[in-house]
């Protein structure tokens, strides 16, 4: 579908980025994508800081095991967090700026999930139970390349308004 040409036709394309295509998506105004990405942006984070400790201890195997798990666990929350932002991006009319915002967080997003599964195949391959620099490097970069699409996805709904309610609701906490 082309982008929209008219004011009421981009105010409708606008508003309808802020309903929930289905009620697993979240409530309006309260979306569960947003949530759902602490989850693997937390263990992600956690596993490069068990990485760390791993090379600095003289026992390695329980941080570096725990960093490997950890990355598993970020990986199935990405995997949750993707389908529910899906449900987020069907709602956004080709064309827009906004969709154009959302393809690229998707793809930066699509990209740190490979990142991520390098990295626990090279752990996995070279025995998930000592530290690995390669590993540890890879998983680097995913949180780098993650951290720029989180921006992105902050400028979706902070600065475009996706899945954010309406300035009347929000005015409503201010009466």
């Known amino acids: 579908m082309p982008r929209p040409h008219t004011a009421a036709a981009a ?7 802020k309903r929930p295509r289905s009620p697993i998506a979240g409530p309006y105004g309260h979306p ?6 602490t989850i693997p942006i937390g263990a992600w984070i ?6 760390i400790v791993a090379f600095v201890v003289d026992d390695p195997e329980p941080f570096a095991v725990g960093a490997t798990v ?3 666990i970020g990986l199935i929350g990405a995997v949750l967090a993707a389908i529910l932002g899906l449900l987020d991006y069907s709602q956004l009319e080709n064309g827009t700026p906004a969709r154009r915002t959302a393809t690229t967080h998707m793809l930066l ?6 990142l991520f599964v390098i990295s626990l195949v090279v752990r996995l391959v070279a025995g998930a139970d000592e ?3 390669l590993g540890f490097v890879v998983s680097l970069v995913g949180v780098l390349v993650l951290g720029f699409s989180g921006y992105l996805g902050g400028k979706l ?3 475009f308004g996706v899945r954010v309610a309406a300035e009347g609701t929000q005015a409503e906490g201010f009466r």
Do not use: Q
């Open 32 to 37: 569960f994508h947003p949530i759902m990405v």
């Open 109 to 114: 997003n699509l990209t740190v999930v490979a």
């Open 46 to 51: 956690s596993s490069l800081v068990f990485d």
């Open 131 to 133: 530290e690995n620099v």
């Open 157 to 159: 709904a902070y600065h």
């Open 11 to 17: 105010a409708d394309a606008h508003a309808r980025s």
């Open 70 to 72: 950890l990355i598993v």
